[in-house]
C-alpha cells in the first residue's frame, strides 16, 4: 500500500536518455552527385529522447522530477544535459561509450531517413551515493527502458524492489531491456511489445498472460490511438 507521506515526495524517472536532432527543410531538386534529394535546411531543433522526454514532459506538468540516467562525457551529453537541467533534477549514471542520438531529416514534413549514432550502454557497478538517495526519496517511480542498460543494472534493480511495498512502480519496457522487476503497479507495453512478450493476439489475452509472466499488479497494452487496454490482477469492485 501506498503511504500519503510516499506520495509527497518526488516522481524518480530512471531509464535510458538519448538526444534527439530534427532537421526540417525543402526539397526541390535531386543532387548531381546522385538520386537523392537535396534539403535546403530552414530549421534544427535538438531536444531529449527517451526517459529524458518522459521526465521533461513530467517536469513540465509541475511535478518535482529527478531523472535517473546514462549521459556519456561527450559533446552530445553535454547538449542533453543542459536542455535537461534548468527543468528536473538530474543524477547521472556512468555511461560506457558516446552518447546515443537519433538525427531526422525531413523535407516538407515528409520524413526522409533518420541517423542513428552513438554506442553508449549503462555501467554496471556500485550505484551512485545521490542516486540511491533519490530512490529513497520518491514519491513514484517510472522506469523508461529503451533497452540501453539502465533498466538492467543489478544495483538499481535491488533499489526498486525495496521500493515496491511502499510507492507506485510503473515499468514501460523495451524489446531488448530486462523483464520487468516483480510487483509494478503497471507495465506498458504498445501492442507490437505485448504481442513479442505474450505470444498473444488479442490485447485483453496479453495482458493476463503478461500480468502472470511479470507477476504485476496491471497491465495497459497501448494501441496507439485507440487509446489502451488494461487488465487488473485485483480490478476495484464498482
Not at 546514462?70 to 543524477?91: C, F, K, M, P
Amino acid at each position: 500500500m501506498v503511504t500519503s507521506g510516499a506520495r509527497a515526495g518526488p516522481l524518480v524517472v530512471l531509464g535510458d536518455s538519448m538526444l534527439d536532432i530534427d532537421i526540417e527543410g525543402e526539397a526541390s531538386r535531386l543532387s548531381p552527385e546522385a538520386p537523392v534529394p537535396v534539403v535546403d535546411v530552414t530549421r534544427q531543433r535538438r531536444r531529449p529522447g527517451g526517459a529524458g522526454l518522459a521526465a521533461l514532459l513530467a517536469a513540465r506538468s509541475g511535478r518535482d522530477v529527478i531523472l535517473l540516467t546514462a549521459i556519456g562525457e561527450d559533446n552530445l551529453g553535454d547538449t542533453l544535459r543542459e536542455l535537461l537541467v534548468d527543468h528536473l533534477d538530474l543524477r547521472s549514471l556512468p555511461l560506457d561509450g558516446s552518447t546515443v542520438s537519433k538525427c531526422r531529416v525531413a523535407a516538407g514534413e515528409v520524413p526522409l531517413l533518420r541517423l542513428d549514432s552513438g554506442s553508449g550502454r549503462a555501467c554496471r557497478g556500485q550505484l551512485p551515493s545521490d542516486a540511491a538517495r533519490a530512490l529513497e526519496s520518491a514519491g513514484a517511480i517510472l522506469v523508461a527502458d529503451y533497452g540501453r542498460g539502465v533498466a538492467g543494472l543489478p544495483a538499481l534493480r535491488q533499489a526498486l524492489v525495496r521500493k515496491m511495498s511502499s510507492v507506485p512502480v510503473v515499468w514501460d519496457p523495451h524489446p531488448r531491456g530486462p523483464t520487468p522487476v516483480r510487483s509494478c503497479s503497471l507495465i506498458t507495453p504498445n501492442a507490437a511489445e505485448a504481442q513479442l512478450f505474450s505470444g498473444a493476439e488479442q490485447p485483453a489475452e496479453q495482458g493476463r498472460r503478461l500480468c502472470a509472466s511479470w507477476h504485476a499488479r496491471a497491465v495497459a497494452v497501448t494501441i496507439g490511438g485507440r487509446g489502451a487496454v488494461l487488465t487488473e490482477v485485483n480490478p476495484p469492485r464498482t
